[in-house]
C-alpha cells in the first residue's frame, strides 16, 4: 500500500477511477501523434493493469443474452464467430487506447514508476485482488442480467 497511498500513487488512482468511468475514445490523431517510447509505456501499463479475461467475459455476457433466443447450434456458431472477431481486434491498440484515456497527464518518468510498481510484489498482489473483484462483480451482473432477461423472454 505504500505506493498507492504516495502521492503520485493517489493521483494515479484517481485518474484510474475517472478513466474506467469515461466512455471517451482516443481522437485518432492523438494516438497517430504518439512517440514509441510513449507508446510501448501505455502498452505495458495496458497489460499489466488490464482486466484478466476482458474478452471472455464479454462473450459469456453475449451468451447469456442469447442463450434463450437461438437454438444450441445456432449459439455456439454465434459466440465462435464472435470470438473471433474479438480475437482479431487488437488488444495492444486497446490497451494503448485506455491508457492514453487515463495516464496522459502523466510524465513518462511517472508512468515508469507506476510499471515498477505495478510489476513488484505488491503491485502484483494488488492486481491479483482487483482483478478477482472486478471478475466476482462483472460474473454476478451478467447473471443477474441474463435471468432477468430469459424471464421476460418466456413471459415469465
Known sequence: MTFRLSE???AITSAEVEGNS??????IEEMDALSEDRRALY????ALSAARDGSGLFLQLVEA?????????????????????????????RDVERALLTFRKFSDADLKAYIAHLESPEGQAFLHAKSGSEDTVFRNA????????ASRMHGQ
Open 22 to 27: 469515461s466512455l471517451d475514445e482516443a481522437p
Open 65 to 93: 443474452f442469447l442463450e434463450p433466443l437461438l437454438p444450441k447450434s445456432d449459439l455456439d456458431a454465434a459466440v465462435t464467430e464472435l470470438a473471433g472477431i474479438v480475437e482479431e481486434t487488437s488488444s495492444v491498440d
Open 142 to 149: 451478467v447473471e443477474t442480467l441474463a435471468t432477468d432477461f
Open 8 to 10: 503520485l500513487g493517489k
Open 43 to 46: 502498452a505495458k501499463l495496458g
